[in-house]
T-cell receptor, first 115, second 116 residues
Framework: AQSVTQLDSQVPVFEEAPVELRCNYS??????LFWYVQYPNQGLQLLLK??????LVKGINGFEAEFNKSQTSFHLRKPSVHISDTAEYFC?????????????FGSGTQLTVLP | DTGVSQDPRHKITKRGQNVTFRCDPI?????LYWYRQTLGQGPEFLTY????????KSRLLSDRFSAERPKGSFSTLEIQRTEQGDSAMYLC??????????????FGQGTRLTVV
C-alpha cells in the first residue's frame, strides 16, 4: 500500500515569486510519481511525472520536480509564478508492478498567486 | 474533442434515488478508472477496467455502487439508493495499455453529484 502526504494545504505567494509545493510518500514497493493540477470544477491535468532516470523532471507551464529517494520526497517547484497558476495541485504515486496502476493521491495543496 | 468525456457534468438528486454516470474514454485507451473526490480531498480510486473486464475494486465501492464497461469502450457508474455521503465529484480516467512508459492517466472533467 502507498500513501502520499502533502505538507501544506494552502500556499499563498506573490506573483513572480518562486514557489515549492512539498510532497512525501510512503510505499513498500517501487513507485512512479506524478504531479497533477486541478482548476475549479475541472478534471486533473498532468504537470509532470517521474518514471526513472534523472531525478529532476521538467513539466508543463515551467514547473519542475525533484525525486529524492532517500527522503521519499517529490517536491514541485516553479521559479516565478503567474496569476494563472492559481489552482489545486495534487501529488500522486502508482505501483510500478501492479496491474491496475491506479493512482494514490495526496490531499492537495491550494496554490494562490497574489498580485 | 478527443479527451475523456463525462456526462452529466452536474447531477442533483434526492436521497434514495438511483443515479447513473457515463464516461467515454479516449478511443485507443483500453484501461479505464473511476475515482471519487470529496471536497478538500484528493481523488480516491474506486474501480478499474481493462477492456470490458472489471479487474479491481476498492473497498470504497459499496454494494450500492456498480460499474460496467460492456463493450470495452464507454463505462457507466450507477449508485443505487443514494445517500448524502455520496455527494462528491466522480472522475473518470483512461490510459493506454500497460507498459513502463505508458503510465499517464487522462482525466475527464468529472460529474459533480449532490444528494439532497
Amino acid at each position: 500500500a502507498q500513501s502520499v502526504t502533502q505538507l501544506d494545504s494552502q500556499v499563498p505567494v506573490f506573483e513572480e515569486a518562486p514557489v515549492e509545493l512539498r510532497c512525501n510518500y510512503s510505499s513498500s514497493v517501487s513507485v512512479y510519481l506524478f504531479w497533477y493540477v486541478q482548476y475549479p470544477n475541472q478534471g486533473l491535468q498532468l504537470l509532470l511525472k517521474y518514471l526513472s532516470g534523472s531525478t529532476l523532471v521538467k513539466g508543463i507551464n515551467g514547473f519542475e520536480a525533484e525525486f529524492n529517494k532517500s527522503q521519499t520526497s517529490f517536491h514541485l517547484r516553479k521559479p516565478s509564478v503567474h496569476i494563472s497558476d492559481t489552482a489545486e495541485y495534487f501529488c500522486a504515486v502508482s505501483d510500478r508492478k501492479g496491474s491496475a496502476r491506479q493512482l494514490t493521491f495526496g490531499s492537495g495543496t491550494q496554490l494562490t498567486v497574489l498580485p | 474533442d478527443t479527451g475523456v468525456s463525462q456526462d452529466p457534468r452536474h447531477k442533483i438528486t434526492k436521497r434514495g434515488q438511483n443515479v447513473t454516470f457515463r464516461c467515454d474514454p479516449i478511443s485507443e485507451h483500453n484501461r479505464l478508472y473511476w475515482y471519487r473526490q470529496t471536497l478538500g480531498q484528493g481523488p480516491e480510486f474506486l474501480t478499474y477496467f481493462q477492456n470490458e473486464a472489471q479487474l479491481e475494486k476498492s473497498r470504497l465501492l459499496s454494494d450500492r455502487f456498480s460499474a460496467e464497461r460492456p463493450k470495452g469502450s464507454f463505462s457507466t457508474l450507477e449508485i443505487q439508493r443514494t445517500e448524502q455521503g455520496d455527494s462528491a465529484m466522480y472522475l473518470c480516467a483512461s490510459s493506454l495499455p500497460r507498459t513502463d512508459m505508458n503510465t499517464e492517466a487522462f482525466f475527464g472533467q468529472g460529474t459533480r453529484l449532490t444528494v439532497v
